[in-house]
Structure formats: structure tokens, C-alpha cells
């Protein structure tokens, strides 16, 4: 559908990807964890880009965790391209959301436990 006022495009919605690690303390984990984490963010990142599915957003730590954010028009789809590297990730216990759609709470939501 059209928007009549500026006749542009409606937007898809935003899926979204978003996994879930323990790291081994109760603050933002160990230096060693961050560049794990950040080499397999990286190779998330160029396999997401090649796949053209989406794009990972990058990752938040605290409260004994790491996140990291992805966001798509397929969550299922930006699933399977980075699958490989949230499973080859060491932290757990580990789980990933799958979001279907903006971030309201009426959405659909998928656990996957890692």
C-alpha cells in the first residue's frame, strides 16, 4: 500500500534476532569473553551482509550477559545465517529470541534455546 500524502512505500515490518549469553560473572564478563564475542560478532556480521538478509546491530553487556542485536525483514531467514556463529559461541546458558515484527507486545516471539 501507498502512503497517499508522500506516495512512498510502505515499510516491512522489523523482525528482529536477539541472543542471550550468561558470561561467567555477574557484571560485564571477562576480556577474554568481549573478544570471543566480538570475533564471532564479526564473522556474523560479514555472513549477514553476504546472505542480504538484514544486519547485526551490534551487542550489549551487563548484568552477568552479553546480547547481541540483529534486525531483518525475516527473522527466520537472519536465524539461519547466523545460527553457526551463536552456536560455536562457549556462554551458557544461552537463548535467542526470535521477534516477528516491531518491538510491541502483541508481536510474536519465538524462544530457542542454545
Sequence with gaps: MQDALF???????????????????????????????????????????????GEVDGNEFGGGEVVIFAYGPDAEALYRVMEPGLRALPFRPAHVLLRYGGPVDDVVRERVEL
Design 7 to 53: 506516495d512512498l512505500p510502505e515499510a516491512s515490518p522489523e523482525h528482529a534476532v536477539i541472543a542471550h549469553f550468561q558470561l561467567g560473572d555477574d557484571d560485564l564478563g571477562e576480556p577474554d569473553q568481549w573478544s570471543v564475542v566480538f570475533e564471532a560478532e564479526r564473522s556474523m556480521v560479514a555472513a549477514v551482509k553476504a546472505a542480504g538478509v
